[in-house]
Nanobody
Framework: QVQLVESGGGLVQAGGSLRLSCAASGSIISINDMGWYRQAPGKQRELVAAITNSGSTNYADSVKGRFTISRDNAKNTVYLQMNSLKPEDTAVYFC????????????????WGQGTQVTVSS
């Protein structure tokens, strides 16, 4: 019932911009921290950006000054604005969120999206 769905990926030239979106749906009581990870071929998955439910953000050094993470709690959505894209940004980007789905237990469980491909050409 609960799932995260990413959108906004695609092919863009170096120096261009993309905005990724991730919407959470289902029986959700509350959303805690949310973030974006990416995985390039032959590399391990890495954290790109994260945002708490209070708006505090954290970025990987490689994307600071170029990427901006934000969230819209009314829409259960987290965004990643990517500017000045480089070929090394090419990867599958995954949405991540801590969700509370039970009013009784209020346990925070980690959910992942299926990923969206971002390709930056030189």
């Amino acid at each position: 019932q609960v799932q995260l769905v990413e959108s906004g990926g695609g092919l863009v030239q170096a120096g261009g911009s993309l905005r990724l979106s991730c919407a959470a749906s289902g029986s959700i009581i509350s959303i805690n921290d949310m973030g974006w990870y990416r995985q390039a071929p032959g590399k391990q998955r890495e954290l790109v950006a994260a945002i708490t439910n209070s708006g505090s953000t954290n970025y990987a050094d490689s994307v600071k000054g170029r990427f901006t993470i934000s969230r819209d709690n009314a829409k259960n959505t987290v965004y990643l604005q990517m500017n000045s894209l480089k070929p090394e940004d090419t990867a599958v980007y995954f949405c991540n969120a801590g969700l509370v789905t039970s009013r009784l237990f209020r346990t925070v469980k980690i959910y992942w999206g299926q990923g969206t491909q971002v390709t930056v050409s030189s």
